[in-house]
């Protein structure tokens, strides 16, 4: 009677090893069409923009005096003060809408010798400044500013309104779903291209909130502009 070979398999043995290999080539193979599924994917990006008006106003309007005599410059410098303040309340704003800054006093001879010696010693300047909510008031005030230089108010660099818009938080929300929705539109075409539909989303990056003047001429206009970068999956 032989003996069997011990490097013979029985036939269970075999059978497990078979149903092994076969399972972990349909694992391997759903593996790789996962892979090659999430590996293709588009990028696209969506814009959203919106003109809104300002709604607020800060005009900051520095000035300034020159003098030899402290005492005539402090009171030069307080006339002008009292000057633009009444400037502002004439055009209608509250004594609680106009702020004025602390003075400062240069002594402009403290650190100049022989001919570098100025003129006038000493410049007093401050900053008024006017905080509204009120911007077709300010814009008609800031069309009468040459009224106070022609009153002898000596203006410093600097006296522009910035125009501001605070509420950006109730209309950030319209804005970013917009946004989505073109960048949506954009990844379907490609799809539709591509012989393929999109899937879910990949990763999405709701990027800067741009906030500008809409044009040189009307900074009271601003131009609020959203982009988001989303990436989708695409499907069969």
Do not use: C
């Not at 003075?103 to 022989?114: F, H, K, T, V």
């Not at 509420?167 to 929705?181: G, S």
């Amino acid at each position: 009677m032989s003996r069997s070979n011990g490097s013979t398999l029985s036939f269970p043995a075999a059978l497990l090893i078979a149903l092994g290999l076969a399972a972990g080539g349909w694992l391997a193979a759903q593996g790789l069409a996962k892979f090659r599924t999430a590996d293709r994917y588009v990028t696209v990006k969506g814009l959203a923009e919106r003109h809104v008006e300002a709604d607020l106003v800060v005009w900051p309007l520095p000035h300034a005096v020159v003098g030899n005599d402290l005492a005539q410059v402090q009171a030069a410098l307080d006339a002008n003060t009292a000057a633009i303040r009444r400037f502002f309340t004439d055009a209608g704003f509250g004594e609680e809408e106009v702020v004025v800054s602390p003075p400062r006093l240069e002594d402009r001879a403290a650190y100049a010798w022989g001919e570098q010696q100025p003129r006038e010693r000493y410049r007093y300047s401050n900053t008024v400044t006017l905080r509204t909510a009120r911007v077709g008031e300010a814009l008609g005030a800031l069309r009468r500013t040459g009224e106070l230089v022609a009153s002898g108010v000596l203006l410093a660099e600097g006296g522009f309104p910035q125009f501001e818009y605070t509420r950006l938080n109730d209309i950030k929300p319209a804005l970013i779903a917009e946004a989505t929705a073109n960048a949506r539109a954009s990844a379907e075409q490609f799809a539709q291209d591509a012989k393929a539909k999109v899937g879910g989303i990949r990763s999405a990056n709701q990027g800067q909130i741009d906030i500008s003047d809409r044009d040189q001429g009307s900074p009271q206009v601003k131009k609020i502009r959203v982009v988001t970068t989303v990436e989708y999956f695409l499907v069969d």
